[in-house]
């Protein structure tokens, strides 16, 4: 593989390089799925433009020139108006790969970034690199701002944490064998991660030494933005299937569950046909109306139900909708959820005696309903929590 300084013809699927050994210029066919090594530099104010680096002195980059290998994905080439979500890696020995993580990159169509000279030791080429790789790859590829993840293992993963509170624009960590970063103070730097409501996922072996880092990144980034994923192994990069888990977990959590983002329509409107297709599979009428109104109110929540493009499917949708609950069946299963909702949101503002009393009438008012079920799973918590004294 060739180490080159590259430039990118607009509108061509050649790059104009430059190899840093002989001089000679010379262009590379760029090709999706394919790696193509490239080098950068970051020159010596790189960091001024950074309050977070500027904040921990102690993680200055260190100027100079750096290498980050490139991956596109299908579709890439053909469509040169589409912006494309975008995975930084690195890795504890440096040459990041990705490995285990390929079919879930390939699959989502994420551009990768593979960082090179970032490994295991000082701060100043861990940040260095990636910064030189970031600023390079966001002027020339279609990187899609707020759709810019970071993950890596061990000591990857802290300098994965550290990558996405230098630059804006992520909104997701996944961290494997390793939570954040710690300061000269051993405290983990996540102010930037918790002001910007950063998703962080942990892929953790139950053998691992770091596993206890798990509930002390949970208790920094709080319950909702946080979620370990744990599997049978040690000191490692997590098996594909678990990798697969944690980002299809921050995937939902970034498109779904955070705060609208306008850049982010173009995905907001694959989610909402994803919904309405998995939807419109279901036989069972009940789950069918349970998918068809997730999708309505998705659509709401991303501000898509005015879309003049959309609104005739989400009117169907409403349509179908309409039909389904003049089933008994149906509407006794959303009556129940509906009373389940009101009767949660009232939850935390009455006394532990009363709630259990208001779930148990529920149980003997929507027995069999879906809603029963989980209103059943409240009830045994309540219990189990007086009986800790905590429900007193």
């Not at 759709?147 to 996944?174: D, E, H, N, Y």
């Not at 996540?190 to 072996?205: F, I, L, Q, S, W």
């Not at 898509?304 to 169907?316: F, I, T, Y």
Request: include cysteine.
């Amino acid at each position: 593989m060739k180490h080159v300084a590259c430039w990118t013809l607009r509108s061509s699927p050649w790059i104009l390089a430059v190899s840093l050994a002989t001089g000679i210029a010379f262009s590379q066919e760029l090709r999706e799925e394919t790696e193509i090594s490239i080098r950068c530099r970051l020159p010596d104010d790189a960091a001024r433009s950074s309050p977070f680096l500027r904040q921990h002195s102690w993680l200055a980059p260190q100027p100079g020139e750096y290498t980050y290998k490139l991956w596109l994905p299908p579709g890439y080439l053909a469509d040169t108006t589409r912006r494309w979500p975008c995975l930084f890696i690195a890795s504890p020995g440096g040459d990041a790969k990705m490995g285990r993580m390929a079919d879930w990159i390939r699959q989502h169509k994420f551009i990768a970034i593979m960082l090179v000279e970032s490994r295991n030791g000082p701060w100043g080429p861990i940040v260095g690199n990636f910064l030189a790789a970031h600023d390079d790859a966001v002027q020339r590829w279609r990187i899609q701002e707020g759709l810019k993840w970071a993950t890596g293992m061990s000591g990857g993963a802290r300098a994965a944490s550290v990558f996405a509170q230098c630059r804006p624009g992520f909104s997701a960590v996944i961290l494997q064998a390793a939570g954040f970063a710690q300061g000269p103070d051993a405290k983990y730097v996540a102010d930037v991660a918790r002001a910007n409501n950063v998703v962080v996922a942990m892929c953790m072996g139950r053998n691992d030494r770091n596993r206890s880092e798990a509930a002390a990144i949970r208790s920094v980034i709080g319950s909702r933005l946080f979620r370990a994923f744990e599997f049978d192994g040690g000191h490692e990069w997590a098996p594909a299937e678990v990798f697969a888990q944690a980002a299809d977990w921050a995937w939902a959590m970034v498109c779904q569950e955070g705060p609208p983002n306008p850049a982010l329509k173009d995905y907001y409107v694959q989610v909402l046909a994803d919904k309405l297709k998995e939807a419109r599979a279901k036989s069972d009428a009940w789950a069918r109306y349970r998918g068809l109104s997730d999708a309505v109110e998705y659509a709401r929540s991303r501000d898509l139900a005015r879309d003049p493009k959309l609104v005739s499917e989400l009117q169907a949708a409403t349509s179908e909708m309409t039909r389904l609950r003049n089933d008994p069946a149906v509407a006794r299963q959303a009556q129940a959820h509906d009373a389940l909702a009101r009767l949660r949101q009232s939850g935390s503002r009455i006394p532990p005696a009363m709630l259990r009393m208001q779930l148990q009438a529920f149980l003997q008012q929507y027995s069999g309903t879906e809603a029963a079920e989980e209103a059943q799973r409240l009830l045994n918590e309540l219990g189990d929590a007086s009986k800790s004294g905590r429900g007193n």
